[in-house]
C-alpha cells in the first residue's frame, strides 16, 4: 500500500484535484454568483449519479495494479521467491481495490481543499444532488451516502477496465490509462450521437455508463468481476524480465 501513495504520480495527480478544486469554485461563483462551500464542493463531486468525473480520473492510476510493479522489478521478485503470477495479482488486486476506495475519497478532499483556499467557506449550500430534498433535512444524509456508495462502485468498475487494459502493455506506463481514457471520450461521444436517433441504443448506452445507476448498478458489479477476472487470467501469460533498476 505504501508504494501507491509514495508514487511520484499520486503526489502530482493529488496537486491536480486541488487546482481543479480551485478553478471549479472560481467558474462557479463567477456563473452562479454565490459560493458552493469547501465540503458542498466535495460532496457534489462523489455524489452525482450522471456524474463521470471520478472515475476518469481514477482511471490514471490504473498502472500502479500492475505496470509500476513490473518496471520496479518487485513483481519477478515475489516469482523468484517462488509465488506465482497470479498468487501476486490477488494480494495486488485486494491492495489495489483498497487504494482506489482511499483515492476515490481523497479526490473530494482535495477539490474540497481547492474550493475552501477560494470561498473559506466549508458548507454554503447543499450539493445539487440533494438539493430538491433540502426541506427534508432528515432525509439528506441518506441520499448522500447512497449518491457516494453508488458513484464509487461506478468508479471501482470503470478502474477495473483501465487495469485489464494496463496488462495488454505490460511495463509500458501511461498507455493502458491513456487508451482507457481516451477510448472512455471519444466511443462514449460517437455513441452518444447513435443514441439521439436510436431509443434502444440510448438505453443499451445509459445502462453500460451507468449514468441511472438505480436501474443499472448490476452492470458495475459485471464490470469489476470481468475484468478482474480478465486481468487475472491475462497475469499469467505475461513474460517478465528484470527491468528493475
Known sequence: ?????????????????????IIAAIEFENWMGYKMGAIGAAFNIISQPDNLAPAIFLIIFSDLAFNIEVLEGTLITHVLMGKSQREWFLRRFSLFTLFIVIQFFLFAFFIGLGDFLVTWHL?????????????????????????????????????????????????????????????????????????????????????????NFDKSWWVAVIFIAVFWLLSYLRIERIKLTNQGV
Open 1 to 21: 500500500m505504501r508504494t501507491f501513495f509514495a508514487n511520484k504520480t499520486w503526489i502530482a495527480v493529488q496537486s491536480f484535484f486541488f487546482v481543479i478544486g
Open 123 to 211: 458548507f454554503n449550500i447543499i450539493p445539487e444532488s440533494v438539493k430538491h430534498l433540502s426541506k427534508a433535512t432528515n432525509v439528506i444524509p441518506l441520499v448522500l451516502i447512497k449518491g457516494v456508495a453508488i458513484e464509487l462502485l461506478k468508479s471501482l468498475g470503470f478502474v477495473s477496465l483501465a487495469v485489464f487494459v494496463s496488462t495488454l502493455f505490460p511495463g509500458r506506463l501511461f498507455i493502458g490509462p491513456a487508451v482507457s481514457i481516451g477510448g472512455f471520450l471519444i466511443g462514449g461521444k460517437i455513441a452518444g450521437s447513435f443514441a439521439k436517433e436510436n431509443k434502444t441504443f440510448a438505453g443499451i448506452l445509459d445502462k453500460i455508463l451507468m449514468t
